[in-house]
């Protein structure tokens, strides 16, 4: 097929070939938690009287709190008592995990994907700022703990998102070349964070304005898994990235 009129055809995307990994981002990309974030940092923030016990909303959550690992976010929350952040964070986490259990639906289209993604034997990883008891849960959920090569947590480098390290870490730990590898993520965070490691990285407008991650930079932007964008691209990168059969 011709690459379609609708997609730029010098998008990063179609320059990958032959693609060799896939990373993802966990909240807001594999699955839309963001939601539930958001209503347990409201709850418990107006329960301590934060703001004046004026209830956060969407606009700040977006701004100061999404895509974040919870270090900056206590920091930027609580400056003057990180201490008091830190433990702010690890209850908040504890609320989100009662909630996600019963709450967690995948992003549209996720598993067209993932099979996508295993029918052509490329690796894989997830790479976020969640705490590890957060991500484990979430690809738990979703069914994804056999799909997942390696699982980076921001925590376990120098710098977590927006700085490049956690996806830097992840092309060595899958011992796999940036020049073939693309990033799915849903924040001006993390798509900074993808796109400084020199990575092609797919934006999601799963919750956040396209105008706001498109100030990250994106290679393109979708709506979710489903979006004829993406398949146009894999349909490219399909005419060199064949197919596995049988066993390997």
């Known amino acids: 097929m011709t690459v379609s009129s609708s997609l730029d055809r010098n998008c990063p995307l179609l320059k990958l070939a032959p693609l060799e990994a896939v990373l993802f981002d966990i909240d807001g990309t594999l699955c839309d938690t963001d939601p539930l974030h958001f209503d347990a940092f409201r709850e418990m923030l107006q329960e301590i009287g934060f703001n004046g016990g004026v209830p956060i909303d969407e606009e700040f959550f977006v701004k ?21 952040g830190v433990k702010f964070l690890d209850d908040k986490e504890a609320m989100f995990r009662r909630i996600v259990k019963e709450k967690i639906e995948p992003v549209k289209g996720l598993h067209k994907l993932t099979k996508w993604i295993e029918d052509r034997g490329l690796k894989r990883a997830a790479v976020t700022n969640a705490p ?39 092309l060595e730990i899958l011992n796999v070349s940036k020049e073939h590898t693309c990033v799915f993520e849903d924040s001006v965070s993390g798509i900074k964070a993808g796109v400084a490691a020199g990575l092609p990285t797919v934006g999601l407008t799963t919750r956040n304005p396209a105008e706001l991650l498109m100030e990250a930079k994106p290679a393109l932007l979708i709506k979710d898994y489903e979006d004829a964008k993406l398949w146009t691209v894999l349909d490219e990168l399909d005419k060199t990235t064949p197919v596995k059969t049988g066993a390997e």
């Open 64 to 84: 100061n709190i999404a895509g974040r690992h919870n270090e900056d976010i206590a920091s930027i929350l609580f400056p003057d008592d990180h201490e008091r």
């Open 132 to 170: 590890r008891e957060n991500a484990e849960l979430m690809i738990s959920l979703l069914g994804l703990s056999d799909f997942f090569q390696a699982l980076i947590l921001g925590s376990d480098c120098e710098h977590a998102k927006p700085f490049p390290d956690p996806y830097l870490k992840a």
